[in-house]
């Protein structure tokens, strides 16, 4: 089946300690998205790539940065997690189509000791 | 400033009962309206989406409405199942793709047998 994967689906990591969190799509759709979704909130944009074009929110901290090697792999970087970092990370993808839905992954969920 | 209000926060129904969970929105421009279901630990998977011309939308047992006029939305359970048990997020899109997506903060369903 058609799907977005992430891996790990848990990660601990000690503070400040670089991270990487992957994900893969088979559905071969042009836009990846990575949010932060942290306990009983609303998921929060990170960034988005079209295609190889990096997007980031105003509001993304420095310390998150992302990767997009080819159209299926998209990682994001966390170069030195705090205690604030921790987070579930939601990637997700969608055509470039302004009614098409999201597609997530199911997500993973770091914990920074 | 683009808000997307849900309620009730949470809810409890036997199984078998009917529900609605309501959405007010004040997104403009207004390209779209979706209804995600999250279960715990899980990303969020689309249920409906709703352009402007849209009243009514279902899959399966959830039927979504919308009233563009009063800005307002709904999401109707019917017969629900403990499978239903759930967050569910009413999102508005206010642009192109999943780039300007304003996320409601979720009605955390329970359904008890």
């Known amino acids: 089946d058609a799907m977005v994967i992430q891996n790990p689906r848990y990660q601990v990591t000690q503070f400040g300690k670089p991270v990487t969190l992957s994900c893969s799509q088979t559905l071969n759709h042009n836009v990846m998205y990575w949010y932060q979704q942290k306990s009983s909130q609303a998921p929060k944009l990170l960034f988005h790539?079209?295609?190889?074009?990096?997007?980031n929110e105003a509001d993304t901290p420095d310390n998150f940065q992302s990767r997009r090697p080819n159209t299926s792999f998209c990682f994001l970087d966390i170069r030195s997690p705090g205690l604030g970092d921790a987070a579930m990370y939601l990637c997700a993808t969608s055509s470039w189509d302004g009614n098409s839905p999201l597609h997530f992954g199911n997500g993973t969920r770091l914990t920074v000791t | 400033k683009n808000q997307v209000e849900q309620s009730p926060q949470s809810l409890i129904i036997l199984e078998g009962k009917n529900c609605t969970l309501q959405c007010n929105y004040t997104v403009s421009p207004f390209s779209n309206l979706r209804w995600y279901k999250q279960d715990t630990g899980r990303g969020p998977v689309s249920l409906t989406i709703m352009t402007f011309s849209e009243n009514t939308k279902s899959n399966g047992r959830y039927t979504a409405t919308l009233d563009a006029d009063t800005k307002q939305s709904s999401l109707h359970i019917t017969a629900s199942q403990l499978s239903d048990s759930a967050s569910y997020i009413c999102v508005v899109s206010a642009g192109q793709a999943g780039t300007a997506l304003i996320f409601g903060k979720g009605t955390t369903l329970s359904v008890s047998s």
């Open positions: 790539y079209y295609d190889k074009d990096f997007n």
